[in-house]
């Protein structure tokens, strides 16, 4: 296993354009989280999920976002008619549903929108 | 989150041990401590974690003050690829249901 595989790794969009991040976790995780980080600052929570199971969304996570993960393996975030402060880096993680929160990220996908 | 306080930045000279304290004031006496660390156009990458007792591996070693309202996590000896922001996190609840809430860190600069 190689680890969290993020794709596309970068992504440049013009406003108002769908685009759709894919993320495959680590095999045995069951965890997977979505991180939004811009310019100077910690990632910012999205979501999560625990096998196919949307468990928590952020209130950053507006009707223009929605993630899958239908069988519990990869996951996909799409954004929709992208916006100029939707550009960031899009960071995906994988954990096992343990008490301790030990994440594995990815490398993350920059998107940037003109 | 409980709340963690982190300096901006610091420089560590090459081959020094890096000290990156934090304060956690308002922890919990089940809640515990989590370093994490982002190098430059990397994912943030899991350090160390403890609850009160000193801990160590093959990255860092973290000390958790006997009130537990503080830690330092120290490198021993910092090399120039330990450039990196390094975020201290207190989750609430460690049942596993709550997601990591990253702060800003502090940027460490390794100096040659």
């Known amino acids: 296993d190689t680890g969290v595989s993020q794709n596309p790794r970068h992504k440049i969009t013009k406003r108002g354009q769908n685009v759709t991040f894919r993320c495959d976790p680590i095999?045995?995780?069951?965890?997977l989280y979505w991180y939004r980080q811009t310019l100077g600052q910690g990632p910012e929570f999205l979501t999560y999920f625990q096998n196919e199971a949307q468990l928590e969304k952020s209130r950053l996570l507006s009707d223009r976002f929605s993630a899958e993960r239908p069988k519990g393996s990869f996951s996909t975030l799409e954004i929709q008619r992208t916006e100029q402060g939707d550009s960031a880096m899009y960071l995906c993680?994988?954990?096992?549903?343990?008490?301790?929160?030990?994440?594995?990220f990815g490398a993350g996908s920059r998107l940037t929108v003109l | 989150d409980a709340k963690t306080t982190q300096p901006t930045s610091m420089d560590c000279a090459e081959g020094r041990a890096a000290n990156l304290p934090c304060n956690h004031s308002t922890i919990s006496g089940n809640e515990y401590v989590y370093w994490y660390r982002q190098i430059h156009s990397q994912g943030p990458q899991y350090i160390i974690h403890g609850l009160k007792n000193n801990e160590t591996n093959e990255m860092a070693s973290l000390i958790i003050t006997e009130d537990r309202k503080s830690s330092t996590l120290i490198l021993p000896h910092a090399t120039l690829r330990d450039t990196a922001v390094y975020y201290c996190i207190v989750p609430i609840f460690n049942s596993g249901n709550t997601p990591l809430v990253f702060g800003k860190g502090t940027r460490l600069s390794v100096i040659a």
């Open positions: 095999s045995e995780h069951n965890r």
């Open positions: 993680a994988s954990s096992l549903a343990r008490a301790l929160i030990v994440l594995t």
